[in-house]
């Protein structure tokens, strides 16, 4: 369809990966141009001029899905995923042009290493995925009185259901929730399968079990045992260990 | 032939050496035997990959995880602890040394399990690192152990995460098999790089009996692998490899050495890494060096740690052994002779590219992946990255650039169609001074965090 029969818009979409999806198929198949993208959450309708509202469609999205893997390769349908769960504002647009431009020029798409979008949307994935990285390792549970395992974290990206599907094979046989204060959100899983709610930004964490403070101790002083008095490093600590992770991580705490 | 302390008689007397309290409470046995097992360095979790099961806890990554970083900057994985610190054994390098003057503790079996289990749950760690001094011998203390991590994998506890052990030197093939079946990792620390420094501070071992329960690793993971391909319920042995720890500064010997011994072993034992550990004097021994004093710079008004420069030999020779492991470096590349240490002011590739001149500049559009690797500067990442880009069109300065490369090094050695990046001199001396052009970053200017995160 040739770009000028089509409407140029600011699109708003649900904010989950299918509505997303459903956006790109509203490109090819439905005449929408967007001139923006944002996610319902974030939408700020004083600077939008046309916004349009992308319904979710799991059919739609489910062909577009199978397009990418399809047409252009998994490898690029991976990264959208990582990409899509960056934070900055314009991730959406970025990711949206990497996604056009891959179903133009097909799977060697990712070697267009110089070009400034493929860098970004890649740069935009590594880091998502970085990020969950660590995330993995440095996530700390407290078991509090009801036995469930509570956690609390404050990532840049949005990283939740990547933890979520780590610590449900890794941690299957006890209740947890990993609560991502930035966002206000929280994934609970009880021990079988795991939902997504939204948080209260006020919730108070849940209280403690009775030896959870004791087991803390002994972590706590492990880890200061570990450290080597002549090997000492700050600077290299700071880099290797940022502080914004430091605030939840229960060695740093105490 | 030595005084034994009290609380060692008490506990042969008793036989009970697994469940020792003493009047140590819990917290304090495990500081004391914390503090016995820190001087081991490796603490990767790496090297294979295995889901979680319904009824089990745990799970492995073959990346590794890094839960935490010690104040020195080492990754913390594991739960590295001893058993027990009452070591028949007088290494003279080692802090548990039967005639060290410390606290000794012992913990029991389920001791050892109840933790990981806490610590596991609570995702301080991705598994236990467990070793033992010697009490009362090899054999005995090879069984201790299999005891330990028996429990932590059976009922109830069903761990599932990552277990590496230190298999006792001298032991008994069967246990050393037995063990194999429940760890990930095996290692058997060599420590000193050669046999004579082996024979005057480790009198107690030997270079073979260091050797032989590595190579009868060796054969069990390979036979095990052979197993797992043709039936697919073989039980696993090791899988995630072995490794060894080389201490550095303790005794006479060259890097040379350590880097040929290093590649040896990769060869002929199939180990997946060597550790190197800057020997950090451990109480005042005569035999080894002693602590450097602290030098007072009333410049700058600065303490400075007086183990920069052993750090600084520690990191190089990591740096090295990056070369061998995965830039398809040989020591004998890296060395003339066997007395040769690395330098300390250039890092080891670009040292060697300085001997090599006359195989640079390399042009970015042409060379082959395993020369890009050679290039100083450019790591893999990049390395993989320029093939890549390659593919789709010519590539320039800018496009490098472009595509994330960092050229402050790589500039000296590459052309983009035939241009350098600026006209240089190519003489040794004048990019030698370009390289390490770099004064204010101090000695720890060009570590890497990957090299360190995973030491
Ligand atoms: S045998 Fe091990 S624990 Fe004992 S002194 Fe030697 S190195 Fe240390």
Request: net charge positive; aromatic share 10%; hydrophobic share 40%.
């Amino acid at each position: 369809m040739p770009s000028n029969t089509r409407k140029q818009v600011d699109v708003v979409f649900d904010g989950t990966f299918e509505g997303f999806l459903s956006v790109v198929h509203a490109y090819y198949y439905d005449g929408i141009l967007p001139r923006s993208i944002q996610c319902a959450d974030e939408y700020q309708p004083a600077i939008i001029q046309d916004e349009y509202f992308i319904v979710t469609s799991h059919n739609n999205a489910k062909k577009v899905a199978t397009a990418i893997s399809k047409k252009i390769s998994i490898d690029v349908k991976r990264t959208a995923q990582y990409a899509f769960l960056s934070s900055p504002p314009d991730r959406y647009d970025a990711l949206f042009q990497y996604i056009v431009a891959g179903f133009k020029i097909g799977h060697t798409i990712d070697n267009h290493l110089q070009n400034e979008i493929v860098h970004r949307v890649q740069k935009l994935a590594r880091e998502v995925g970085r990020e969950a990285h660590r995330y993995t390792g440095f996530c700390r549970f407290e078991e509090t009185t009801h036995g469930i395992y509570y956690c609390a974290i404050d990532p840049v990206n949005h990283i939740l259901s990547i933890l979520a599907n780590h610590f449900a094979d890794r941690l299957m046989n006890q209740s947890w929730v990993i609560h991502d204060k930035k966002h206000h959100e929280a994934v609970v899983y009880d021990g079988h399968d795991y939902a997504f709610v939204n948080v209260n930004a006020d919730q108070p964490p849940p209280p403690m079990a009775a030896n959870e403070k004791e087991i803390q101790g002994l972590w706590t002083m492990y880890f200061n045992t570990l450290a080597i008095e002549a090997r000492k490093n700050p600077k290299l600590h700071r880099q290797i260990m940022p502080l914004r992770f430091r605030n939840e991580m229960t060695e740093f705490k105490n | 032939m030595y005084a034994k302390n009290d609380k060692m008689i008490q506990l042969e007397q008793m036989n009970v050496l697994n469940d020792v309290g003493g009047n140590m409470d819990f917290a304090e046995r495990l500081k004391t035997l914390t503090e016995g097992a820190k001087y081991d360095v490796a603490c990767t979790s790496s090297g294979v990959n295995r889901k979680g099961k319904r009824g089990a806890v745990g799970s492995a990554e073959a990346c590794g995880i890094c839960h935490s970083f010690t104040a020195d900057g080492r990754c913390i994985s594991l739960l590295k602890v001893l058993l027990n610190n009452y070591c028949e054994y007088d290494c003279q390098y080692c802090v548990n040394r039967r005639s060290s003057d410390i606290p000794r503790a012992s913990m029991a079996p389920h001791e050892i399990a109840d933790l990981t289990m806490q610590f596991y749950r609570r995702n301080y760690i991705e598994g236990l690192f467990l070793s033992s001094a010697v009490l009362k011998n090899p054999d005995y203390t090879m069984e201790n152990l299999i005891k330990t991590l028996a429990l932590l994998r059976g009922d109830p506890y069903n761990f599932n995460g990552y277990i590496h052990v230190k298999a006792i030197p001298g032991a008994d093939d069967a246990l050393i098999r037995k063990l194999g079946t429940l760890a990930d990792r095996m290692s058997v620390n060599i420590e000193l790089p050669s046999e004579q420094s082996l024979t005057h501070l480790a009198p107690e071992k030997s270079k073979s009996s260091i050797l032989a329960p590595m190579k009868y690793v060796k054969n069990g993971i390979t036979q095990a692998k052979e197993e797992l391909a043709r039936y697919k319920n073989a039980a696993p042995f090791v899988p995630a490899g072995q490794s060894t720890q080389l201490i550095v500064g303790a005794t006479p010997e060259a890097d040379s050495r350590i880097v040929h011994l290093a590649q040896g072993l990769y060869k002929n034992y199939a180990l997946r890494r060597v550790f190197y550990s800057a020997y950090i004097p451990v109480g005042n021994d005569k035999m080894l060096p002693a602590a450097p004093t602290p030098t007072f710079d009333t410049g700058t008004g600065l303490t400075h740690t007086a183990y920069g420069p052993i750090l600084l030999r520690e990191h190089r020779l990591y740096q090295a052994d990056w070369l061998l492991r995965f830039y398809g470096f040989t020591a004998g590349e890296l060395f003339k002779d066997e007395n040769e240490n690395l330098s300390l002011h250039l890092d080891p590739k670009c040292h060697w590219a300085l001997r090599n001149l006359d195989k640079f500049p390399v042009e970015v559009n042409r060379a082959d992946y395993a020369m890009l690797l050679r290039v100083p500067g450019i790591g893999q990442v990049s390395a993989e990255r320029i093939v890549k880009a390659r593919r789709v069109g010519k590539l320039d300065f800018t496009n490098l650039k472009k595509m994330g490369i960092v050229l402050k090094r790589a500039r000296y050695f590459i052309t983009c169609n035939g241009k350098m990046a600026e006209k240089i001199n190519m003489l040794p001396e004048s990019i030698e001074l370009r390289l390490t052009d770099n004064h204010s970053a101090g000695p720890y200017g060009q570590l890497t965090l990957t090299d360190l995160a995973h030491a």
